[in-house]
């Protein structure tokens, strides 16, 4: 079983930056590939980010050179650094942890999820 937290999320202006981090259980940590995900009201869950155990990472075209995924395997923590925010970024944030086979960009390929994070972006 894991456990995934979330943490970081708020209210900030357009043009700022956020800091959300995923705190995980399990002792392989190390091993798992970590995804974030959003969802914004009224639509659907969709791929944001995924750091693979290699540190290998991957971005949606929507927040590609603004995000920033990284890991911390010492604190068993996945962060997303989100810099020059826009009011189209606002959705809760979700993390996952990767299955181990299946595109990383499908929701359906993660077996376990935080409880989600609100990231507010103001206009």
């Known amino acids: 079983q894991v456990q995934l937290v979330e943490s970081g999320g708020g209210l900030v202006q357009a043009g700022g930056s956020l800091r959300l981090s995923c705190a995980a259980s399990g002792r392989t940590f190390s091993s798992y590939a970590m995804g974030w995900f959003r969802q914004a009201p009224g639509k659907a869950r969709e791929f944001v980010s995924y750091i693979r155990w290699t540190g290998s990472t991957y971005y949606a075209d929507s927040v590609k050179g603004r995000f920033t995924i990284s890991r911390d395997n010492a604190k068993n923590t996945v962060y997303l650094q989100m810099n020059s925010l826009l009011p189209e970024d606002t959705a809760v944030y979700y993390c996952?942890?990767?299955?181990?086979?299946?595109?990383?960009?499908?929701?359906?390929?993660?077996?376990?999820w935080g409880q989600g994070t609100q990231v507010t972006v103001s206009s």
């Open positions: 996952a942890k990767h299955s181990a086979s299946g595109s990383y960009y499908s929701l359906t390929t993660y077996d376990y």
